[in-house]
Structures are given as structure tokens and as C-alpha cells.
């Protein structure tokens, strides 16, 4: 459970990310310092362009059909506007939330993102790496190429949840969450808007499928149920391991019944992400979800789907505050996670904005952006005159006027 005022453990000490950045930012500058990634997402995308395959670009910029569901995404951010106060003693500021009680320094994770070997050699492990060493949680996509286990020792005692792909063959799926378990992810994350792929035009195009290439199977190809439904073993056979992941990746016919099944398989707190509406939030929590992301999978899925910030506010009011409101798709910039805090989410995902640093310098550039991004919000908060992420609500934000004429 989560609260956004109050703790049921001891809140870290109170940290001025912004000035400490700022600084360290204008005083390398006397002594050579170079970033390693630009300042502004715009600028890392590009440089992460140019170290990649422009398959590989496509396959993580782009979305489904007309990609309209991304646009909606950042243009629902854009019909809200940030109303700064003044004078209000902002000298000492907690970002801190609770989230299954566990107190996080700040009220961001690293959202699952798979086969991000093809933005990187080292992956997901240099993303999980940087992710520790700031205390950020880590979702490990179920869509890896780097397994469970070698990613959890990456990360030693950083917090670190795990994301399921919900296939066909329910032995694998409580096999992976087993496995989990067993490596110390603090919770498990099962994506319910992916029971196949959406219609990618980038990727129709080259023809480009990176798990085709044994990309992203890393978790598969480690699991003892899927190695056991092999006739040969992935090292000596990959192309069979292969067909037989793309038979059993998919599945439409889930039901939340099937989903109340699944939650009994584990102790650990389980979320579903990829929820738009109000009364799928509510059927989660009939079938014993333990908490909420709402998400359109960045715009991947569905193409004309709804913004994902524009469904918040009616999934947030439908939950009453029975489990924690996460949120994932279209943040950037601090202020967009500002608003989505505002609107009632208990935290934010940051998705392709890390991925992208990933692939401009590695390890160093994840930890140089999210260090970039604390700053960005920390900034946001107290120039607009809120001494903690727990004081934010609707009454910080007002809808733009242009919208609403």
C-alpha cells in the first residue's frame, strides 16, 4: 500500500537535488568535466540514434499504425498547466514516497523495457546498475536479454520489481515468478495490454523482430519449464527455442479470473499495467491486484488510443485510494511527472527516456539522466511552491485555457 503524507518507515534525509545538480553541472565546467549525454531528451535521443541500427531506432521510437496514441500522449500533458505559488518556505523539500512499505527516495521507477541489448551490449544490466546506485527501483522486463538472476546481482540490495509477459503456457509464467522471488524483486508486474504485438509499421517495414534474433529471450531461454518443452536445448537448437517462444509469448484468452489464479502464485505484490478505464481497475482489484499502473505502453499497442494521462484521473477516483495509482507513458520532463503526481498517481514509470540515455553512453548515461531528472523535478517543486511529492494534487495544476475555450 502507499500513502502520499505520512510513512510507516523513517523518511530519508531531506536532499536539495536541485542545487546539488545545478552546481555540479556549472562547476565541472572549470574543471573539464564532460557530460557524458546532452541535457535535453531531444538532444540524447539523437545521440543514441547515431550508435544504433536504424532497425533498432524504429523498433524502440516507434509506436502503433499512425503512432497517433504517442502524440496523444505528450499532448495530454500539454492540456495541463503547472499553477506556482509563492512565498511558501520551500528551503527543505521531501521527494520521498512509500510504495508497499518500502520508503523510496524519490517517486520514480525504470519502467520495463525489453531487448535493450540493441541499444547496448551490457542492456538491461547497465540500466539496473545505474538504478541502484541512485536507489531508483528497477522493473526488469519479462522481455529481457539479460535473465533474472545475473540482473539482481547487478543491482545487489537495490530495489527492483519484475515484469511478466502473461503467455500461453501458465507453468512458464509461475516458473519466471518463481525465479523472481527467489532473487529478491520486491513485486511483480504483469502487463495485460500486450497478448500480442501491435501493428508496428516501422518494424513491418525493414521486416525487423529483434526476438527473431534471439534478442530480448533471455528469461526464456534460462527458465527451466521453457527449456524443458525443448526438444534441444536453445544453445544447440535457437531457432526451434525460437518458434517455440512466438508460440507460447501470446495469448488472448485471459480472463480476470484467470488473473485471480495467477496472483495466488506468489506472496510478492502483484500489479497489472496497461489499465485505461475505470472498471478494469476495479475488476484488478476484485481478482486481487495489488496495485494499478495506468499505461498505454507508450502508444505501442493501440494505435488512437486515449492519452494515457487523459484516463488517470478517472482510473485514480474509481480506485478511492484502495491500492497505489502508478503511472506510465508519455513522461519526459520533470514537470510531466509533476502532473501526473498531481493527478492522483503514487508514482511515475520513466520508459523510453532512460532507454534512450542507455544507448548514448551505457551505464554512465541512465545514471547521469535520472540524476538530471530528481533535479528537473526537485526544481519543478519548489518553483512552484510544494515542500513534498505528497502534497501534490489537482489543486496545483489548472486545465489550459485554449482547451477549454
Known amino acids: 500500500m502507499t500513502e502520499k503524507s505520512g510513512s510507516l518507515t523513517p523518511r530519508p534525509a531531506s536532499r ?3 542545487r546539488e545538480r545545478q552546481q555540479e553541472i556549472y562547476l565541472g565546467a572549470f574543471t573539464g568535466r564532460r557530460l557524458p549525454i546532452p541535457i535535453a531528451i531531444e538532444e540524447i535521443e539523437k545521440q543514441a540514434r547515431q550508435k544504433m541500427t536504424p532497425q533498432a531506432y524504429d ?13 496523444a500522449n505528450l499532448g495530454a500533458f500539454e492540456r495541463w498547466r503547472i499553477v506556482p505559488r509563492m512565498l511558501r518556505d520551500v528551503s527543505k523539500r521531501d521527494l520521498s514516497v512509500e510504495l508497499f512499505g518500502r520508503r523510496l527516495d524519490s517517486p520514480f521507477l525504470l519502467a520495463p523495457i ?7 551490449p551490457e542492456g538491461e544490466l547497465a540500466s539496473a546498475r545505474a538504478a541502484a546506485s541512485l536507489g531508483v527501483p528497477f522493473v526488469l522486463s519479462g522481455a529481457s536479454t539479460h535473465p533474472i538472476e545475473p ?12 515484469q511478466l509477459y502473461w503467455g500461453r503456457d501458465d507453468s512458464i509464467s509461475a516458473s519466471m515468478i518463481a525465479r523472481a522471488e527467489r532473487a529478491g524483486y520486491d513485486a511483480i508486474v504483469v502487463t495485460l495490454d500486450t497478448p500480442y504485438i501491435g501493428w508496428r509499421e516501422r518494424d513491418l517495414a525493414y521486416p525487423y523482430f529483434p526476438f527473431f534474433e534471439a534478442q530480448g529471450v533471455g528469461n526464456y531461454f534460462t527458465d527451466p519449464v521453457f527449456r524443458s518443452r525443448l526438444a534441444e536445448p536453445p544453445e544447440k537448437n535457437p531457432r526451434s527455442a525460437i518458434e517455440y517462444w512466438a508460440s507460447v509469448f501470446s495469448d488472448f484468452s485471459h480472463t480476470w479470473q484467470d488473473f485471480a489464479r495467477l496472483r495466488e502464485t506468489t506472496r510478492l505484490p502483484m500489479l497489472v499495467k496497461g489499465i485505461l478505464h475505470p472498471d478494469d481497475a476495479l475488476q484488478a482489484i476484485a481478482a486481487g491486484a495489488g496495485g494499478i499502473i495506468v499505461s498505454n505502453h507508450g502508444g505501442r499497442q493501440v ?33 510531466d511527472a509533476f502532473k501526473a503526481l498531481a493527478l492522483g498517481a503514487c508514482a511515475v514509470l520513466l520508459g523510453r527516456v532512460y532507454v534512450w540515455a542507455l544507448g548514448a553512453a551505457g551505464e554512465a548515461g541512465v545514471r547521469e539522466f535520472v540524476m538530471n531528472f530528481l533535479a528537473d523535478f526537485d526544481v519543478t517543486l519548489a518553483l512552484s511552491g510544494v515542500r513534498s511529492a505528497g502534497e ?8 489550459d485555457p485554449a482547451e477549454s475555450a
Not at 540482473?151 to 519484475?162: I, S, T, Y
Not at 488512437?304 to 485514480?316: E, F, N, S
Not at 474509481?318 to 507513458?329: E, H, N, T, W
Open 303 to 335: 494505435d488512437g488510443a486515449i492519452g494515457a494521462l487523459d484516463a488517470l484521473p478517472g482510473v485514480v477516483g474509481a480506485v478511492g485510494g484502495r491500492v497505489p495509482v502508478l503511472f506510465d507513458s508519455g513522461i519526459r520532463r520533470g514537470a
Open 151 to 162: 540482473v539482481a546481482e547487478a543491482m545487489g540490495h537495490g530495489p527492483r520489481w519484475f
Open 114 to 120: 525489453g531487448v535493450q541489448s540493441i541499444l547496448h
Open 16 to 18: 536539495n537535488y536541485a
Open 392 to 399: 501534490l494534487d489537482r489543486s496545483r495544476l489548472s486545465r
Open 59 to 71: 523498433y524502440v521510437a516507434g509506436g502503433a499504425g499512425s503512432e497517433s496514441t504517442c502524440r
